[in-house]
Structure formats: C-alpha cells, structure tokens
C-alpha cells in the first residue's frame, strides 16, 4: 500500500509542474456521527452556513480550477499567522473566520472554504474534515475533483492526494448536510495512514 501512496505522490508532484493533478483516492463516507464541539458553535452562530444543500457531482478538475484550488490554498497560508484559539479569543476551541489575519487549523479551512465557494464550488465538493496528524487532531479542508479527493492544509502549500498526506482520517462534514459529520471508513483512511 505504501508504494501506491508513494507513486500517487510522484505522479502528482509531476503533474503539478504541468498544471493539473493526476487521479487520487476517494474518501468513503460511513455513517453520522459526532460534530466536533467548535463546529457546532460554529453552526449556531452562522446557520446559513451549515444547512442541508444538493449533493453536486464531484467538480470537473480542469486546469484552471486546479490553479485556483492551488492558489487558494497558497494565499491563505501566506495571509494567516499561526494561533491557537486561546491566544486569539481566550477560548480552547472557536471556529471562525481568521481575526487579524491569526488564527488555527480550522480557521484556515473556514476561509479557504469560503474563498472556493466564492469561485463557483459547491458544499458537497468542499467538505471539512478531521485528521489525526501524530495523534493530534486536526481539520483540513477535502476537495472532492471528478479525479479524486484533494487536500488543502495549513501545515504545507502544496495541494495534496488524500493517500498522500500520511494523516489518519476520522471524520468529515456529510456531503448533503454542510452542519452534519460522517465517520470516514475504508481503504482511504487505511491508505492515508500507513
């Protein structure tokens, strides 16, 4: 299985230098399960943001949405300044948009989110998700692409295959339900953290 991820990720890397990327693994959604404490805060503050929607196919990966998946990825790392939550609001875990361009994990993902629906993506295709990074968790942000799931993360600019991040997925945002969580199962996530 590790030489698959480790060809998936020259593949990509190759690709990457030419403008799009190549396919990657799907995550497979299981069932409902608990919202992280945060995003529920979240949700009540900012309902519209977290109701049920359509579930649209995966979006067509083309060039020039790849550049603009990269891109935003690159220009919220470079705009936000690393702080935990405590620094910032005092609290152990609030999820918003980036204060004074500071914030944590999940801010990044809200903002990145927000900037790719602004791009003409749609709820289903972004989906919020929750790794275990060396045991620690942590919230990425999943682009499901007609040639796979895509990472975009605070802790790297590149744009990774999610085989590729050697992060252990848990959970993530249910497609069709922007304020509900599915358990992440299957090969994918046994993939992702070998």
Known sequence: MRRFAIVASVATVLAGSVGIAEAAQRLSAGGLTSIPYGHMEFCQ???????????????????????????????VNAAVKPKSDLEVYGKRDYWTMPAKGMGDCEDYVLLKRAKLLASGFSASQLLITMVRNSGEAHIILTVRTNKGDFVLDNLRNDVLPVESTGYHYVKMQAPNHSGRWVSIAGRAAEIASN
């Not at 083309?62 to 220009?75: D, L, Y």
Request: charged share 25%; with cysteine; hydrophobic share 30%.
């Open 45 to 75: 503050r900012n309902r519209g943001q977290c109701g049920a929607h359509r579930v649209l196919p995966p979006i067509a990966l083309t060039s020039a949405r790849w550049k603009t998946i990269e891109r935003v990825n690159r220009s």
